[in-house]
């Protein structure tokens, strides 16, 4: 596996305000260009190929196409991004945070320390419709008090940790993708004990805009060496995991193969997944964010807080491309 190029992905100044260009988080190939979202705004944005970079921005405000739990202004924290079958599904963290330490104040520091929030748009699922020329249309939800995560509540996995920040250990919701009608979810965390966790969800239309579980959602178990996954995403029956950190750390970063199996639920130990791709990262930056296979086979990923070297002069950033 070889690194190939970079390639520009060009936004507007709205976008380079609110700093979408160095959160991304997410990414998909779609027939005209690429599906991108940053997890800082409630907004998704489509980039075109206009012959030496991806650019012609065209964003999309969540708010427009389904009913927030928190309001249009609310950040999402989309965390992943899946196109199939004719729909586009943005998924949020479903996570809490704690509050950074902004002070050298000892007790202002200790206080924001404690204060863990919890922000109903990080929340959500969600499924668009896409109309000609790829445009998105009115779709449906899961969020408010039919999210994910009250599903959850009796979990004997994953219930001790949906009081946790998503950074601690909680429950962080980081790729989505659809495969064989079935929509897959990894989770950065939480990791037990070095295995990762996958959630594979089967979907309906609950009406009134909203979405639903057809049945109850099954759990796979990764041996990723105590990596959780970061993003994730379709290829051919299988699906590709960009596996890092749990925690506030900067790496190692893998890229791993994992074909889905129809057990329930699934352990897999690490010689049942292919090893594919060592990936670079940053000290302080540049940390794989986001993974999609492009049509001819190669790899692209973006990189949230990217260096310095990333940036271009025309108000883009640069994403990597492999070959497979």
């Not at 929030?117 to 000609?132: A, M, Q, T």
């Not at 009406?207 to 759990?219: A, C, Q, S, T």
């Not at 699906?239 to 199996?261: E, H, I, K, S």
Request: net charge negative; charged share 25%; glycine share 10%.
């Amino acid at each position: 596996m070889d690194f190939v190029q970079q390639v520009e992905l060009r936004f507007d100044h709205a976008s380079r305000a609110s700093q979408t260009h160095t959160n991304l988080s997410a990414i998909r190939q779609g027939s005209t260009g690429l599906w991108v979202a940053g997890d800082e705004t409630a907004t998704f944005e489509h980039l075109e190929w206009t012959g030496d970079h991806f650019g012609a921005q065209r964003t999309f405000r969540l708010a427009d196409y389904v009913n927030l739990p928190a309001g249009p202004e609310d950040e999402a924290d989309i965390e992943g991004m899946g196109r199939a079958d004719g729909h586009l599904w943005l998924v949020g963290s479903h996570s809490l945070k704690r509050r950074r330490v902004k002070s050298k104040d000892p007790d202002k520091a200790a206080d924001r320390l404690a204060t863990v929030v919890r922000e109903e748009n990080r929340f959500i699922l969600v499924r668009l419709p896409l109309g000609d020329a790829e445009a998105p249309e009115r779709g449906a939800i899961m969020s408010g008090g039919h999210n994910l995560t009250t599903y959850m509540s009796d979990d004997r996995h994953l219930a001790p940790f949906l009081t946790l920040p998503g950074k601690d250990n909680g429950l962080d919701v980081e790729g989505i993708a659809v495969l064989s009608g079935r929509v897959y979810l990894g989770l950065r965390g939480p990791v037990l004990r070095g295995w990762a966790v996958l959630l594979e969800l089967r979907v309906e239309d609950a009406g009134k805009g909203r979405l639903r579980l057809r049945e109850p959602y099954r759990k796979h178990f990764l041996d990723l060496g105590g990596l959780g996954v970061r993003d994730l995403c379709p290829d051919g029956d299988s699906l590709l995991l960009l596996t890092g950190p749990t925690m506030d750390l900067d790496g190692p970063v893998r890229v791993v193969r994992w074909r889905p199996g129809h057990k329930r639920p699934t352990v897999v130990p690490e010689d049942e997944l292919e090893a594919v791709l060592e990936l670079p990262y940053g000290v302080g930056c540049d940390h794989p964010e986001g993974l999609a296979l492009l049509d001819d086979r190669r790899l692209m990923v973006v990189y949230d807080s990217p260096s310095p070297a990333r940036i271009t002069p025309a108000g883009g950033v640069l994403a990597d491309i492999f070959t497979i």
